[in-house]
């Protein structure tokens, strides 16, 4: 059936733009996922490389304040009185996070003795040169040796000139003036560090300060040390950090020396790095901690951290881009099968619509016929063409057979609005197939002699009854017959088989086949002809009556008596339908 050029151009002129504004829409949804994504990665980097750098910063300042509080003006301040140290010593110890940061806070003189803090009695007390800090002897006796004028050194102004921390000795050291200004000599003050205190409270507090989320903490954390044998100095789980995650999401050089990762590598590293900005010049290196800066740079520490959820956040950021694709892709493909439904289903109203006008024309076809011969014969009647007893007979037998031929359309019609509206339902009972067969030919018997049709009936001897309505079979054989003398295009044949079969589901079925010589069905018209209303584009084009209901009604009828109707046909050859009923 052909759409009406009109509407054909119409949906043309729907679909096209709706196409293309899918395909734009989906080309945006790209763009923009890759933008967000980009934006994201971009964000979380940079919070993650905010909270390394403050987890570092206060680190820093840890350490620092204790160095601070202690330091003494070698010029202003009397470097000999050693009661000053003590007292400041009380004051950070007062005020610091970490009171017991210090394990121990030595005086190590130059001759090569020193001086221990005894805290509950707030004085210096000679001790033996601490074994932990033979590592450092040489050097320091080598430092104050080439130091004569330590200021020019270390610099006056800076205030934390001079300290250095040796991860070794876990110690942070500075040197101190005794004697005179002018005859300098150089001890050197050296503070302990707890190395339990820094690991289980300074590190994990700071790790919680900065990677705490909703439900504990969203990173894995580790601190290590670097040096011949790299230790974790701090792990937030068990296991991370040793060996060194490849795939970690930041990581950033406590005393900012990254030997291991070559001269080209930051300090503060973090999973992304904006297209747009290739991160920070690699030369410029980040000098941080101070401490360190006369310490053995293959001594550094590296705060190390991962994603937690689904694993390293770089993956994590590539994977939401992917699962927003996805659904962002997906919700246009919904769009666009939805677009297509939308077509289709328009399309088939627009052809059922068209069909329903063609079956109203077919139908006032059909009725006009009749009704004119029936009008002409009345007419005759009344104006007394009709003389004689044996005229009368003739004329009422034509006006009686036109009337039943319209009773018979109209029935089709209800049996088929019956059929649509799932009224068709039978009581089935066991039927000899030779009487249907028969009866249906008798039905047929005027069509049959009009159309000078000869009839081959072969029904095969010994057939078992089939379950089935009289009513029902009849008249969907009486359709098939109908068809096949209608469509037999003058070959005046028709033959009728029935033989039993072996049914689909095993047991024994019976097939009544009706079969013409005719124009045959075009085979794109096949898939259609048991639609309501269809009728092939030739049959219409010759104009052959019909209402396109004929077949419709017999798949019904068929499906009502559990059977089913078959078509197999050649373009100018003739057709075969075959209705298959099981055995009763
Ligand atoms: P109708 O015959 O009233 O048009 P049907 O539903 O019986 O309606 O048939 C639908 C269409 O199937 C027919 O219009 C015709 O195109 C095709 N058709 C049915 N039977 C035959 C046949 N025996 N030979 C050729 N075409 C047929």
């Excluded at 394990?103 to 001759?111: D, E, I, P």
């Excluded at 001086?115 to 040489?138: H, Y």
């Excluded at 092939?536 to 009556?545: G, P």
């Amino acid at each position: 059936m052909n759409l009406p050029f009109r509407t054909r151009t119409v949906s043309t002129a729907i679909v096209i733009p709706s196409a293309i504004i899918v395909a734009a829409l989906a080309v945006l949804e790209y763009r923009w996922s890759t933008g967000v994504s980009e934006a994201t990665a971009v964000r979380l980097a940079d919070s993650l490389q905010m909270s390394l750098m403050n987890w570092q910063k206060d680190f820093f300042r840890y350490f620092s304040e204790i160095g601070l509080s202690l330091r003494i003006d070698p010029v202003e301040e009397a470097p000999g009185d050693v009661g000053k140290y003590v007292r400041r010593f009380a004051e950070w110890k007062a005020v610091a996070k970490y009171p017991d940061l210090v394990q121990n806070l030595y005086l190590l003189k130059s001759g090569g003795t020193a001086l221990r803090l005894n805290v509950p009695a707030g004085r210096f007390e000679p001790a033996p040169w601490p074994q932990v800090f033979e590592p450092l002897r040489a050097d320091l006796t080598r430092a104050s040796a080439a130091s004569p004028d330590i200021r020019g050194v270390f610099g006056k102004d800076d205030p934390a000139a001079g300290w250095r921390f040796d991860p070794a000795v876990f110690a942070l050291v500075h040197p101190v003036f005794s004697g005179s200004p002018h005859v300098p000599s150089v001890d050197w003050i050296a503070i302990q560090l707890n190395r339990g205190e820094v690991r289980s409270k300074m590190l994990a507090d700071l790790s919680r300060t900065y990677f705490q989320g909703t439900d504990g903490l969203d990173y894995l954390i580790a601190v290590i040390a670097n040096g011949p044998h790299p230790e974790v100095m701090y792990s937030s789980d068990p296991g991370f950090g040793s060996p060194e995650p490849a795939d970690a999401d930041g990581t950033i050089s406590l005393f900012a020396r990254t030997p291991e990762r070559g001269a080209g590598s930051a300090a503060v590293h973090v999973f992304h790095v904006p297209l747009d900005n290739k991160g920070p010049d690699p030369s410029v290196r980040i000098a941080w901690f101070p401490f360190l800066r006369n310490s053995a740079p293959n001594a550094d520490w590296r705060l190390v951290v991962r994603h937690r959820r689904g694993g390293a956040l770089g993956a994590f950021v590539v994977e939401m881009r992917r699962r927003d694709l996805a659904i962002g892709f997906g919700v246009l493909l919904v769009l666009a099968v939805n677009m297509a439904m939308l077509i289709v289903t328009s399309h088939r109203a627009q052809r059922l619509a068209q069909m329903q006008m063609d079956f109203v024309t077919a139908v006032s076809h059909e009725l006009r016929t009749p009704l004119t011969v029936i009008i002409s014969g009345a007419d005759n009647i009344c104006n007394g063409v009709v003389a004689t007893g044996r005229q009368m007979a003739q004329y009422g037998a034509v006006i009686g057979n036109q009337a039943r031929q319209l009773v018979g359309l109209v029935e089709r019609i209800l049996l088929f609005a019956a059929a649509r509206q799932g009224q068709l339902k039978y009581t089935l009972r066991p039927l000899d197939v030779r009487r249907a067969v028969d009866e249906a030919l008798s039905g047929s018997a005027g069509l049959i002699e009009a159309a000078h049709t000869r009839v081959e009936c072969e029904v095969a001897e010994n057939l078992p009854p089939v379950a089935g309505d009289p009513d029902g079979l009849s008249q969907c054989l009486q359709n098939l017959i109908t068809n096949a003398v209608k469509y037999g295009n003058g070959q005046n044949w028709i033959g009728i088989r029935a033989s039993e079969h072996a049914g689909r589901h095993g047991g024994p079925e019976v097939r009544i086949s009706v079969s013409d010589r005719g124009i045959g069905i075009d085979p794109a018209d096949l898939p259609h002809i048991f639609e309501p209303f269809y009728r092939s584009a030739s049959v219409r084009a010759a104009q052959i009556h019909g209402t396109g209901l004929g077949l419709p009604l017999s798949l019904s009828i068929a499906e009502a008596m559990h059977g089913r109707l078959d078509v197999s046909s050649t373009p100018g050859h003739g057709t075969t339908f075959t209705l298959s009923l099981p055995a009763a």
